[in-house]
Structure formats: structure tokens, C-alpha cells
């Protein structure tokens, strides 16, 4: 048997965010009914090289497929200046859950971009309003560009504001997308009174004070203890959906307001999953600010690892190799 090697080209060329945001949906829903094993991830701490590895596995059973995969992603913050690589790096083993063959080795790179996308855009789809045309994104990193392509897939967005403290990343997204979608600079203010607003930054003080009636926040920056990008009272008054409760209270947005005690249990909506699979309620007519706190799952990972190589395997994409023996 053959381990289908997949190179970052290969895995954008056959992850389409529409089946990737497919993909997380139905993870979400699997998650909610129980339909998954996630243990928690694990972290092995490097001070001595400013880094760290993440250890993110998970098996996913939806109605149509099942799979199994393992992350091993990083944060060296010394990379690019160091060594001329980038900041985060991700490799994913992705394996038959029937018999634990390692049906494929594939970059994580793009699968990390796109299942968070895809994830705010699952949470945007059941929680903002159904006519949301506008979009803001504060923060214009590599991210951003995701945020706006996944959302526009579940909404028709037509106005986009974008504001970094990077006069030039944010130049860079306006050309990007600037014969697709009315698209400009502005504040964060601006930013934040759109119908549907991502944070995308790595702060550890809130940025973001005052949002629309309306607005649905997809809040992702935050993924570690310390880090908070909207303000304590918008967490509040929202109906605040979350990811995965022992993660969010940990390291996601409401990590910080939850270990100073200003939010509880009763201040929780639901998570995604079990809006997804029908045990909670979405937006409803009386909702205002809906925020989704998404700190990324490993089973996220696994859906997009999954679409990535049976699309590979349909276009005959990758470079099939001998990694384990199969000797009985």
C-alpha cells in the first residue's frame, strides 16, 4: 500500500472552500452528537528556541465518511527573522481509521487557513443576519483573506473594510480583492459596525469596544491564555457561541473576562456544534450581537484533511510512496 504525499500546492488545488466549509459543518454536528474522539492538545513548550509544538488528533464519523488524523503544528516566533521560515508550521498524518494505514502525509499550512475560515464561516451562516452584506476584518494577515473568501461563500457580501495598524497588509488586501468587492481602509470602529465582523489579531487588550445593533463577530485571534480582542461588555450583552468549552475557557476570546470571573456558564449560548446539529437555537429574531469564539479543533483538521485527499486521490494529485512497511 501507498502514502499519498501531498505538498502545499496540492493541498490548496484540491481543498475548495465550499466542500472544505461542508466538511467542518458536518464535524460540528458530529462533535454535538458525540460522533467524534478528540483528546485534548497537547503542548510541549520550548523557551530555550521561543517556541513551541501542538500535538491536535481526532477521529470524525458524519453520516457520509469517517477519518482519522493527527496534527503536529508549531509557534516559533524567531522563524522568519532566524531561520527564513514561517512563524507556524503544520504537518498532517492523515490515516484509515478501520486500520490505521497512513493513507496520506500532506502539508497543514493551507489546512489550518482554510478550516478556520471555513469555521467562521459555519458560525456566520447560523448566527448572523440572514441579509448581511457588509463585512469588517481588523487584522490584514494571512488570515483575513480566508475570513472574507469563506464568509462571502454563506453570505452575499458586497461592502468590506479592513483596518491594521500595517498601512501596507492593509494596502495589499484592498488590491487583492478590489475587483470582486467595495473594498477599503478604515477604522476599527468602521470595521466593527459591519454585519459581520472578524478579528484577526494577536492582542492580548481589547480592540475592539463597540460594534453594530446587528453585527455577528467571528472572534479568532485569540488561541492562547492571556490573548482578548473584543471588549468585556460586547461579550456580555452578545448571545456567545463557542468551539469547544474546555478550550475557549482556556485560550479562546473569553479566556481572559472568564478567569477574572466577569463570565460564567450562564453567560454561554451553546457551542457551534450544537447549534449545527439542532439541539440549540441560531440567530433568532430577538438576537442583536451574536459572537463566535473559535479557537480551532483538531477536528476541523481532520474534515478539511479529508476533502484535501479524496479530491487528490479523484484528480490524481500528490506522489504516492512507501512510509511503512506492511509486512504481516
Known amino acids: 500500500m ?28 458530529a462533535y454535538a452528537r458525540g460522533d467524534v ?23 470524525v464519523a458524519t453520516n457520509e465518511w469517517d477519518a482519522a488524523a493527527v496534527k503536529w503544528v508549531n509557534v516559533h516566533a524567531d522563524n522568519p527573522e532566524k531561520y527564513d521560515l514561517p512563524t507556524v508550521l503544520g504537518t498532517i498524518i492523515y490515516s484509515d481509521p478501520a486500520n490505521a494505514f497512513p493513507l496520506s502525509l500532506m ?5 489550518t487557513r482554510k478550516r478556520t475560515g471555513a469555521a ?13 452584506r457588509s463585512m469588517g476584518l481588523v ?25 491594521d495598524v500595517d498601512e501596507d497588509a492593509v494596502q495589499a488586501f484592498v488590491d487583492h480583492f478590489s475587483d470582486r468587492f467595495d473594498v477599503r481602509a478604515g477604522s476599527i470602529e468602521e470595521a466593527a459596525h459591519c454585519d459581520v465582523l472578524s478579528t484577526v489579531t ?36 452578545a448571545t456567545l457561541v463557542i468551539d469547544d468549552y ?45 459572537v463566535f469564539d473559535s479557537t480551532g479543533l483538531a477536528i476541523q483538521d481532520v474534515a478539511t484533511a479529508h476533502v484535501a485527499y ?7 494529485a500528490g506522489t504516492d510512496f512507501t512510509l511503512v512497511g506492511t509486512d504481516v
Request: proline residues 4%; aromatic residues 4%; negative net charge.
Open 2 to 29: 501507498q502514502t499519498l504525499l501531498l505538498g502545499p500546492d496540492d493541498v490548496d488545488a484540491n481543498t475548495p472552500l465550499a466542500a472544505v466549509i461542508d466538511a467542518v459543518e458536518g464535524a460540528f454536528g
Open 37 to 59: 474522539v478528540m483528546p485534548a492538545k497537547s503542548y510541549v513548550d520550548l523557551p530555550q528556541y521561543n517556541g513551541d509544538f501542538r500535538s491536535m488528533p481526532a477521529y
Open 107 to 111: 502539508d497543514g499550512t493551507h489546512v
Open 120 to 132: 467562521a464561516a459555519v458560525a456566520t451562516d447560523y448566527l448572523a443576519v440572514d441579509d448581511a
Open 139 to 163: 487584522g490584514a494577515g494571512v488570515q483575513s483573506y480566508t475570513q472574507l473568501e469563506a464568509i462571502s461563500h454563506v453570505r452575499d457580501i458586497e461592502e468590506v473594510v479592513v483596518a
Open 202 to 237: 494577536p492582542v492580548e487588550e481589547p480592540l475592539v469596544h463597540s460594534v453594530g445593533e446587528h453585527t455577528h463577530v467571528n472572534a479568532i485571534g485569540a488561541d492562547a491564555a492571556g490573548k482578548h480582542e473584543i471588549s468585556d461588555d460586547i461579550l456580555l450583552d
Open 246 to 290: 474546555d478550550q475557549c475557557t482556556h485560550s479562546g476570546e473569553i479566556n481572559v473576562p472568564w478567569s477574572a470571573g466577569v463570565l460564567s456558564d450562564a453567560d454561554l449560548h451553546a457551542e457551534l456544534g450544537e447549534i449545527v446539529a439542532g439541539e440549540k437555537e441560531g440567530r433568532t429574531a430577538d438576537d442583536g450581537v451574536t
Open 310 to 316: 479524496e479530491r487528490a486521490r479523484e484528480n490524481g
